[in-house]
């Protein structure tokens, strides 16, 4: 029990952090988004592209064996932070002298400057790394989610700044400068960790044949995510990237506020599992209902609203973007039920099946995407995106099902069911809005109204079908 209120209460610190990282977006981003164009953020979209491409690789998963480890070791640490500062210094040394080419490569010639001024960031995100695995190892994700959200909540005011004094795109390079330095000095504070001068081969080697393999796996998970950018830049153009770029980030706030801290959490608690496959399981099962009935309603939720957001939030200049708005949203809300899916797969040493299951996401994904931006614009792509996730999502829940030794239909119940919850309420506060049951004029009144219906509308869905999980939530 002690455990298990240690975890929630990680749980709890890590979302924190997002909802706060999220309202510090929610203000910065449309402030961003009225003052820059959409050529602009699809520049800046290709170029960090290459950076975080780089940076999966660079890393080579060591971080993560760190922990997973039974217990602290300053030579293992010293290891791998020696390991990822020279790595990342030879990249961003690469990236500078390589940028023309780069940039050419993702059909963005004019974003090469960019580029080079992006080079430095490899050794500002890698080299703190080890003081974020120390930090996770110790459930200290308090002490982290502090560092963050000064580090965001400081990036974005020197954005805001920055825009408002009229330098342009210059605020979004501010803004990802002061947010990594911030961060690189308070995670090394925050840990407490001082690297030494050890360096061991043999660890260096330990850590690599396990972080491998997980290096794999996100490198097709990165082809999946980080593909469309680079498919609309050669296909549709600079505009339509920035466009995507600014849709993607509205409709991934909530991922970003509840998906990633649990994923953070979820790796550390599984991997102390280890020993207990049954229970483990069981929660597999309870995380991917709770993940998906948090999630997915706010994902189909976009959609039902995204009318009315995309002019509140942005202004009626990109008004236009509604529909890869709600679109993108219904995509991320599909993909809802995995968000325990990947922590469970890396924590139980099945890097591979993520490998191969990966890359068969990331063709089919890719293929999709590509036919969709074929046929017709922003919109085609994201129909093809959405049809790709329903695919992957079964697919999905039939490798972990078997791994983790669970029925079928107790896994579907898990996933469809919460999923069609959410379905239900987006498509009452469409009806709602869009055919007009309650007449509501105004941007602003009609995404407060879809909110209040949505949310009266969820809870009696919830109250109907899930109390026994809410119950167990609550008492844990």
Not at 390 to 397: D, E, H, I, K, P
């Given at each position: 029990?002690?455990?298990?209120r240690?975890?929630?209460?990680s749980?709890v610190?890590?979302i924190?952090s997002?909802i706060?990282?999220?309202t ?5 981003v449309?402030?961003?988004a009225?003052y ?5 953020l699809?520049m800046?979209?290709?170029g960090m592209?290459v950076?975080?491409?780089?940076l999966?690789f660079?890393?080579a998963?060591?971080?993560a064996g760190?922990i997973?480890?039974?217990?602290e ?9 020696w390991?990822?500062?020279g790595?990342?210094?030879v ?7 390589f940028?023309?080419?780069?940039a050419?490569?993702?059909?963005a010639?004019?974003?090469?400057w960019?580029l080079?001024v ?6 500002l995100?890698l080299?703190?790394?080890v003081?974020s695995?120390k ?10 989610a502090f560092?963050?959200v000064?580090a965001e909540?400081?990036?974005?005011l020197?954005a ?5 004094a ?12 002061v ?6 000095i308070?995670l ?5 960790y001082?690297?030494g001068?050890?360096?061991s081969l043999h ?6 044949h396990?972080?491998v393999?997980?290096?794999?796996a996100?490198?097709?998970?990165f082809?999946s995510?980080q ?7 050669r296909?549709l153009g600079?505009?339509?990237a ?10 991934d ?12 959490v979820l790796?550390?608690s599984f991997s102390r ?12 099962s309870r995380?991917?209902r709770?993940?998906t009935l948090?999630?997915?309603p706010m ?5 039902a609203?995204?009318?009315?957001a ?5 202004g009626?200049?990109?008004?236009f973007?509604a529909p ?5 949203a219904?995509a991320?809300?599909i993909m ?5 899916f990947?922590?469970?797969l890396?924590a139980?040493g099945h890097?591979s099946?993520?490998w191969?299951f990966g890359l068969?996401?990331?063709?089919t994904t ?7 931006a074929?046929?017709?614009?922003l919109e085609?792509?994201c ?5 790709a996730n329903?695919?992957?999502l ?8 078997k791994i983790a030794?669970?029925?079928l239909g107790?896994?579907l119940?898990?996933t469809?069911l919460?999923?069609?919850l959410a379905?239900a309420?987006a498509?009452a506060?469409r009806l709602v809005?869009v055919?007009?049951w309650?007449p509501?004029d105004?941007a602003?009144l009609q995404?407060?109204?879809g909110?209040a219906?949505?949310?009266v509308v969820?809870?009696?869905l919830i109250g109907?079908t899930?109390?026994?999980l809410v119950?167990?939530?609550v008492r844990r």
């Amino acid at each position: 029990m002690a455990q298990q209120r240690k975890t929630i209460t990680s749980v709890v610190w890590s979302i924190s952090s997002k909802i706060a990282i999220f309202t510090l977006k929610f203000v910065s981003v449309p402030i961003l988004a009225r003052y820059l164009e959409p050529a602009e953020l699809g520049m800046v979209a290709s170029g960090m592209i290459v950076i975080t491409f780089l940076l999966m690789f660079a890393g080579a998963g060591l971080t993560a064996g760190l922990i997973r480890d039974a217990t602290e070791d300053p030579v293992s640490d010293d290891t791998v932070f020696w390991t990822n500062l020279g790595v990342s210094i030879v990249l961003g040394l690469a990236v500078y002298g390589f940028a023309d080419p780069l940039a050419a490569l993702l059909g963005a010639p004019e974003a090469s400057w960019l580029l080079q001024v992006f080079s430095p960031l490899f050794v500002l995100y890698l080299a703190p790394d080890v003081a974020s695995s120390k930090l996770a190892r110790r459930m200290a994700f308090d002490r982290e989610a502090f560092v963050t959200v000064i580090a965001e909540a400081l990036g974005a005011l020197a954005a805001i700044a920055v825009v408002l004094a009229g330098y342009g795109i210059w605020a979004l390079i501010a803004q990802l400068y002061v947010s990594a330095v911030l961060r690189f000095i308070g995670l090394f504070l925050a840990a407490g960790y001082r690297p030494g001068r050890h360096f061991s081969l043999h660890e260096l080697k330990r850590h690599m044949h396990y972080g491998v393999r997980l290096v794999g796996a996100d490198f097709v998970g990165f082809l999946s995510f980080q593909s469309p950018i680079v498919i609309i830049t050669r296909m549709l153009g600079l505009p339509q990237a920035g466009t995507f770029n600014l849709t993607n980030r509205l409709s991934d706030l909530p991922n970003q506020i509840v998906l990633t801290g649990l994923m953070s959490v979820l790796f550390p608690s599984f991997s102390r599992m280890n020993e207990d496959t049954a229970r483990q399981a069981d929660v597999l099962s309870r995380t991917t209902r709770a993940t998906t009935l948090l999630l997915a309603p706010m994902l189909f939720g976009i959609w039902a609203v995204s009318e009315p957001a995309m002019t509140v939030v942005f202004g009626e200049k990109w008004a236009f973007a509604a529909p890869v708005l709600g679109l993108l949203a219904v995509a991320k809300g599909i993909m809802s039920p995995c968000g325990s899916f990947i922590p469970y797969l890396k924590a139980t040493g099945h890097a591979s099946v993520l490998w191969w299951f990966g890359l068969g996401r990331a063709i089919t994904t890719i293929g999709a995407m590509v036919l969709g931006a074929a046929w017709g614009d922003l919109e085609g792509l994201c129909i093809g995106l959405c049809i790709a996730n329903v695919g992957v999502l079964f697919a999905y829940l039939a490798v972990v099902l078997k791994i983790a030794g669970l029925p079928l239909g107790q896994g579907l119940r898990d996933t469809l069911l919460p999923l069609g919850l959410a379905g239900a309420m987006a498509v009452a506060v469409r009806l709602v809005l869009v055919e007009r049951w309650v007449p509501v004029d105004g941007a602003l009144l009609q995404l407060g109204v879809g909110a209040a219906v949505g949310g009266v509308v969820y809870l009696l869905l919830i109250g109907l079908t899930q109390r026994r999980l809410v119950r167990e939530l609550v008492r844990r």
